[in-house]
């Protein structure tokens, strides 16, 4: 089997402003595999990665999706990613990371053959989130504010230790209600009919209510060693929410970096993983070319 280079080039959502220069526009770098021979339109995977990441961490997924004839599609969310500068927004702002996944997929649908009636999304961590939230789940508005305001305890994120107080240090108590408040809307978009979440993050700063509203297909793997996001209080929150849910543990001893593509995998999750994944996107959005 030879492997597909992805498509690499840099969206600009003239929409939304870039958070260090207000005078530019929010950039979206991207990865897209198109199918080997597209000769009628694909069904399209939207991935997004983690905290502090970036689009290449998910290849190991992309490759073995394209491989089956999906296009796949992945960004770098900004201020957020490891290719750029972390930005306290990017960090705190999570409601427009699935915001950026809207924007690639019209991009898509104008320059690529994609069947629009078969699209999926998945993602690892808090990309994992910004899944759920295609679907319509929401932060919870007094949660986040409580983090926000410093009244609740943030979590932790070794990328950015200090993304509350560079928060703090750059918005009044006010306008942070504000942008909470735009924040806790939802940002569903109903064209895309399947969620495969790995190790999802921030369950604990969701609305429960609307997770519970969650129509679509939702798939949950995580690892019983992830201190990062530890299950009990992520991926389960997400699995016993969502009434469509369905997921398992990848193993005892999978951790959460195990899936980031520049790191060992010691007990084989990815593989594993990326075939589940396959599956069912195959049993969603009928069978892979």
Do not use: C
């Not at 290449?56 to 296009?71: I, S, V």
């Not at 201020?79 to 915001?99: H, K, Q, T």
């Not at 999926?120 to 319509?136: M, R, W």
Request: proline share 7%; glycine share 8%; net charge negative.
């Amino acid at each position: 089997m030879v492997l597909q280079s992805p498509d690499v080039a840099t969206l600009h959502d003239a929409s939304r402003p870039h958070w260090s220069d207000p005078s530019r526009a929010r950039p979206i770098a991207t990865r897209i595999w198109a199918p080997p021979e597209p000769d009628a339109p694909a069904p399209a995977i939207l991935l997004s990665h983690g905290t502090g990441g970036a689009a290449e961490d998910l290849d190991w997924l992309a490759e073995h999706l394209n491989a089956a004839g999906y296009l796949v599609a992945a960004v770098d969310h900004h201020g957020n990613n490891a290719n750029d500068e972390y930005l306290v927004e990017g960090f705190a702002f999570v409601w427009e990371r699935p915001r950026d996944l809207t924007f690639l997929l019209d991009h898509l649908i104008r320059s690529y053959q994609v069947d629009g009636t078969r699209i999926g999304a998945a993602g690892f961590s808090l990309g994992g989130y910004t899944i759920a939230a295609l679907f319509g789940a929401r932060i919870d508005r007094a949660v986040t504010q409580a983090v926000f305001h410093g009244a609740l305890k943030a979590p932790d994120v070794a990328e950015f230790p200090d993304f509350i107080d560079g928060l703090r240090a750059s918005y009044s108590d006010e306008q942070l209600a504000a942008i909470v408040r735009e924040g806790a809307q939802s940002f569903a978009d109903p064209r895309i009919r399947a969620g495969f979440a790995i190790v999802p993050a921030i369950g604990r700063m969701l609305d429960t209510s609307s997770l519970e509203s969650v129509t679509a297909p939702f798939r949950v793997r995580w690892g019983g060693a992830d201190d990062i996001a530890p299950p009990e209080s992520n991926a389960l929150v997400y699995l016993d929410a969502i009434p469509a849910a369905t997921g398992e543990s990848v193993g005892s001893d999978v951790g959460h970096y195990d899936f980031r593509a520049e790191n060992d995998d010691p007990h084989g999750a990815r593989p594993r993983v990326a075939a589940d994944a396959l599956r069912f996107f195959d049993s969603v959005l009928g069978a892979s070319l």
